[in-house]
């Protein structure tokens, strides 16, 4: 029997995309038995893949709200300087390009608003008497 401790080390690691080679020779474990326990906790073992990869995201991109913003700004920057252009100066077409670029990306960072779902997408148990099911 093997602790609970050294099975949690070996969901965490497989996670991690280690391979049953290196679990092996990490935990001290046979390969039969490392293959049983992916097939026992593969839940787990893809909940903590996600998570760890939600955490990677996390640290590494910025959420859709700070992109957006962070476009808006810019785009208020090039439209602000834009103003200020005279239609002769040859970058003026770069600007207004840079401006449609920048509206593109935030329509396509925010994607189609949507304020509401039918009522055969609201799950049962969150289902109230006033939720209608309104047709477009």
């Known amino acids: 029997m093997h602790l609970p401790e ?9 996670a991690r995309g280690w391979t049953y080679s290196r679990l092996m020779t990490e935990l001290n474990i046979s390969r039969p038995t490392l293959v049983d326990w992916s097939r026992k906790h593969q839940f787990e073992i893809q909940n903590f893949h996600a998570i760890e990869l939600e955490a990677m995201r996390e640290k590494w991109l910025s959420s859709t709200a700070d992109r957006v913003k962070a476009l808006g700004e810019q785009l208020q920057r090039l439209q602000s300087e834009l103003e200020k252009r005279d239609l002769s ?3 003026t077409p770069q600007l207004m390009s840079a401006v449609r670029t920048l509206q593109r990306q935030i329509e396509q ?5 949507q304020f509401s779902a039918p009522l055969s997408a609201i799950p049962a ?7 209608h099911d309104w047709k477009v």
């Open 6 to 14: 050294t099975v949690q080390r070996f969901i965490e690691l497989r």
């Open 89 to 91: 100066t040859l970058s």
């Open 109 to 113: 960072a925010t994607g189609p608003l």
């Open 125 to 131: 148990g969150e289902q109230h008497e006033h939720v």
